[in-house]
């Protein structure tokens, strides 16, 4: 017999027997399908309604909607066997507890849905969105149907329905629930407050080296973007963060050295924020008293380059993050202080008109019509340069209530000065270019306060 034949026939032999065993087995395999899907997903429904009355002060979680953009919202869920839940978050400053009710519903897969109004929901709010970003109409992509993926230890494992994120319910104490303000006041603290320097770094040591990012956080989105300063690395972390009473969580995990880190610990000497690793790792937010990169962009105000113009503007650039809260502050003390019904609509530094003069413009308007102009203010100054601090300073010369050259000298508006005098500040000022969403803006930054103006840029 050919040997082509003989292997025809033992792979004839081999199938006969292999059927055979199938068959034979059969009565094996039936006892892993003696339950149909509908019977199965009413046990996945009972264990996950059992999991959730099981823990005696309920459940937390730090929801990331979506962690390329947005941070994460702790909240806190205390479920009764009624159907109601007790429910907590930190999305704003309203840590009160509200009640609702929930249900356990079954689909291609088990969930657990939020079906009456509670905290959850202003996530999913299409109508409220983070300020500043491309989020109008889509609000913090939350979802308030999460659907069940089974325990790991003591925890509830859940995806979000809507962009199928992770969601890990973990037992809540009761410090969770009274600490939960906590969380806003570390929000302060990750902000950064008056008396901090508004420059910040990442730095990451693998237990070899170190790395430098410069940091900057948004505060509406809770999101950081951090890039790296080294010499040609395009390098850039992002991430989320979470607040606790102690520290930062972020999402997704900042690696270093081949490890995961997710939690920072706050040190209120410095302000800054501490992830650490084994073997030397660590990852740590951090102040600096000057940007980390200097640019040569402050050569655009300097006499002979053009006339060039910029501005705050009430309704345009006032809501950007890197405004800082003194410039917020004493932009709004000036308004209480020039009148009752009066705001400032802008503050706009020319440099180098045609006539050879630069001058700070004020406009005032009525908050009852804010588009009209009922007056104008005029800080007429030189400007010098420092080339190695890479700074400008503007030296302050008179005030006028009309920008021209026949126009009288006035007094000094008593309700200006304290705002004004950060712009005249004789150790200068920081003049960078700053990404925001629809347009062109640069930042005026004190070299020895934690003052910081955006400012639209007309050309």
Same mark, same amino acid.
């Given at each position: 017999?050919?040997?082509?034949?003989?292997?025809?026939?033992?792979?004839?032999?081999?199938?006969?027997?292999?059927?055979? /065993?199938?068959?034979?087995?059969?009565?094996?395999?039936e006892?892993?399908?003696?339950?149909?899907?509908? !019977?199965?997903?009413?046990?996945?429904?009972?264990?996950?309604?059992?999991?959730?009355?099981?823990s005696?002060?309920g459940w937390?979680?730090v929801?990331?909607?979506?962690?390329?953009?947005? /941070?994460?919202?702790?909240?806190?869920?205390?479920f009764?066997?009624?159907?109601?839940?007790?429910?907590?978050?930190?999305?704003d400053?309203?840590?009160?507890?509200y009640q609702?009710?929930?249900?356990?519903?079954?689909?291609?897969?088990?969930?657990?849905l939020?079906?009456?109004?509670?905290r959850?929901?202003?996530?999913?709010?299409?109508n409220?969105?983070?300020?500043?970003?491309?989020?109008?109409?889509?609000?913090?992509?939350?979802?308030?149907?999460?659907?069940?993926? /089974?325990? !790991?230890?003591?925890?509830?494992?859940?995806?979000?329905?809507?962009?199928?994120?992770?969601?890990?319910?973990v037992?809540?104490t009761?410090?969770?629930?009274?600490?939960?303000?906590?969380?806003?006041?570390?929000?302060?603290?990750?902000?950064?407050?008056?008396?901090?320097p508004?420059?910040?770094?990442?730095?990451?040591?693998?237990?070899?080296?170190?790395?430098?990012? !410069?940091?900057?956080?948004?505060?509406?989105?809770?999101?950081?973007?951090?890039?790296?300063?080294?010499?040609?690395?395009?390098?850039v972390?992002?991430?989320?963060?979470?607040?606790?009473?102690?520290?930062?969580?972020?999402?997704?995990?900042?690696?270093?050295?081949?490890?995961?880190?997710?939690?920072?610990?706050?040190?209120?000497?410095d302000?800054?924020f501490k992830?650490?690793?084994?073997?030397?790792?660590?990852?740590?937010?951090?102040?600096?008293?000057?940007?980390?990169?200097l640019?040569d962009?402050?050569?655009?105000?300097?006499?002979?380059?053009?006339?060039?113009?910029?501005?705050?503007?009430?309704?345009?650039?006032?809501?950007e993050p890197?405004?800082?809260?003194?410039?917020?502050?004493?932009?709004?003390?000036?308004?209480?202080?020039?009148?009752?019904?009066?705001m400032?609509?802008?503050?706009?530094?020319?440099?180098?008109?045609?006539?050879?003069?630069?001058?700070?413009?004020?406009?005032?308007?009525?908050?009852?019509?804010?588009?009209?102009v009922?007056?104008?203010?005029?800080?007429?100054?030189?400007?010098?340069?420092?080339?190695?601090?890479?700074?400008?300073?503007?030296?302050p010369?008179?005030?006028?209530?009309?920008?021209?050259a026949a126009?009288?000298?006035?007094?000094?508006?008593?309700?200006?000065?304290?705002?004004?005098?950060e712009?005249?500040?004789?150790?200068?000022?920081?003049?960078?270019?700053?990404?925001?969403t629809?347009?062109?803006?640069y930042?005026?930054t004190?070299?020895?306060?934690?003052?910081?103006m955006v400012?639209?840029?007309?050309?």
């Open positions: 017999m050919k040997l082509k034949n003989i292997f025809k026939y033992l792979m004839v032999a081999f199938l006969a027997i292999h059927l055979l /065993g199938s068959c034979a087995s059969d009565t094996e395999a006892p892993k399908f003696d339950k149909t899907p509908v !019977e199965r997903l009413n046990e996945q429904k009972s264990e996950l309604n059992t999991a959730l009355l099981s005696e002060f937390k979680a929801y990331f909607t979506d962690d390329t953009q947005l /941070g994460g919202y702790t909240h806190l869920f205390k009764s066997a009624d159907g109601k839940v007790q429910m907590a978050s930190d999305f400053d309203d840590t009160k507890t609702s009710t929930y249900n356990i519903v079954l689909g291609s897969t088990v969930s657990l939020f079906d009456t109004y509670n959850i929901h202003l996530l999913s709010d299409s409220s969105f983070p300020p500043g970003t491309a989020l109008q109409g889509k609000g913090y992509l939350g979802d308030f149907q999460f659907l069940y993926y /089974g325990r !790991e230890n003591e925890d509830i494992l859940f995806k979000s329905n809507r962009l199928v994120r992770d969601i890990r319910f037992k809540a009761a410090q969770d629930w009274a600490d939960l303000p906590k969380n806003l006041d570390m929000e302060q603290n990750v902000i950064g407050g008056d008396n901090r508004l420059f910040r770094l990442l730095e990451t040591n693998d237990g070899k080296a170190t790395h430098i990012y !410069e940091f900057s956080f948004n505060a509406a989105t809770r999101f950081a973007i951090s890039k790296s300063i080294d010499a040609g690395s395009s390098d972390i992002d991430m989320g963060v979470g607040y606790n009473p102690t520290g930062i969580v972020v999402s997704p995990a900042v690696e270093v050295g081949g490890q995961k880190l997710t939690n920072f610990v706050y040190n209120d000497t302000g800054s992830a650490t690793g084994t073997n030397g790792v660590s990852a740590t937010i951090k102040y600096s008293s000057k940007p980390l990169v640019t962009e402050y050569k655009l105000l300097l006499p002979g380059s053009a006339n060039n113009v910029y501005a705050y503007i009430y309704n345009y650039t006032k809501p890197a405004n800082s809260a003194l410039f917020l502050t004493l932009l709004a003390n000036a308004e209480a202080l020039a009148g009752t019904g009066v400032i609509q802008r503050i706009q530094p020319w440099f180098n008109n045609p006539d050879g003069t630069s001058y700070i413009e004020y406009r005032f308007a009525a908050v009852s019509n804010p588009a009209v009922i007056a104008r203010r005029y800080h007429y100054f030189t400007i010098q340069s420092n080339a190695t601090n890479k700074t400008v300073t503007l030296v010369g008179v005030w006028k209530s009309t920008a021209t126009a009288p000298v006035i007094a000094t508006p008593s309700f200006l000065k304290a705002l004004d005098d712009f005249m500040n004789p150790q200068g000022l920081y003049f960078a270019k700053t990404p925001v629809g347009y062109t803006a930042t005026f004190s070299t020895t306060t934690p003052f910081r400012a639209y840029s007309f050309q």
